[in-house]
């Protein structure tokens, strides 16, 4: 039941950014986005997390539309060990919710 | 400040057994989820917890499944009867109580059923 749709996997190239789409057409005025990465069988990590405006931290860059239907989570130079499974999740900010993972982007970065 | 702790990392049991996984939030930390990850598979959100209480446990089995978030000590996940379609990785996260949806997951627990 999650409310976000990802491609499934993705290649990079080492040093390149990474672009990964995320589409959340039902998303509601007060949810934000989530982007959270599981690097291969250790607990997931979170990345960053928009309402609308763009953000960026030390990780990474969130682009999200003005119409918020989608969004983008940019990796500006990649390495090995962002390979991971990246997931997009849509969420009240508040409050008692748990976060709804979906089937996530199964990035691979490429030498 | 360390991170959340999960134990035991890995735990072996024959069918029929218990298995009671432990999960001790970061310091500050008043929320405590717990996920289940089968292989090759997504995470499942399975229960919500703060100190004492449940507060969503709409992914939780209805039978032999139970958790707790006592006053003193850590969340234990407990998993009666334990069969082979219970091993998996056991995820928990914490939040501190203001919960921004920033979660801090632990490593995991491996639960094998033999």
């Known amino acids: 039941d999650a409310k976000t749709t990802q491609p499934p996997s993705m290649d990079c190239a080492e040093g390149r950014a990474a672009n990964l789409p995320c589409n959340h057409s039902?998303?509601?005025?007060?949810?934000?986005v989530y982007w959270y990465r599981q690097i291969h069988s250790q607990g997931p990590q979170y990345i960053i997390h928009g309402l609308k405006n763009n953000e960026t931290n030390e990780m990474a860059s969130l682009i999200i539309t003005e119409d918020r239907k989608s969004s983008t989570l940019i990796l500006p130079h990649a390495t090995l060990r962002d390979t991971a499974v990246y997931y997009c999740?849509?969420?009240?900010?508040?409050?008692?919710?748990?976060?709804?993972f979906g089937q996530g982007t199964r990035l691979t970065i490429n030498p | 400040n360390a991170g959340v702790m999960q134990n035991p990392r890995h735990l072996v049991r024959r069918r029929g057994q218990e298995a009671r996984l432990r999960c001790s939030p970061m310091k500050g930390h008043s929320h405590v989820y717990w996920y289940r990850q089968l292989p090759e598979e997504g995470l499942k959100f399975m229960v919500y917890?703060?100190?004492?209480?449940?507060?969503?446990e709409s992914g939780m089995p209805k039978e032999r499944f139970s958790a707790e978030f006592p006053k003193e000590g850590p969340s234990i996940l407990r998993i009666q009867q334990v069969v082979r379609g219970d091993s998996a990785a056991y995820f928990c996260?914490?939040?501190?109580?203001?919960?921004?949806?920033?979660?801090?997951f632990g490593e995991g627990s491996r639960l094998t059923v033999l």
């Open positions: 996260a914490s939040s501190p109580p203001l919960d921004t949806g920033e979660l801090f």
């Open positions: 039902t998303i509601s005025g007060n949810e934000y």
């Open positions: 917890l703060q100190k004492e209480n449940i507060i969503d």
């Open positions: 999740i849509v969420r009240v900010a508040e409050g008692a919710q748990k976060l709804v």
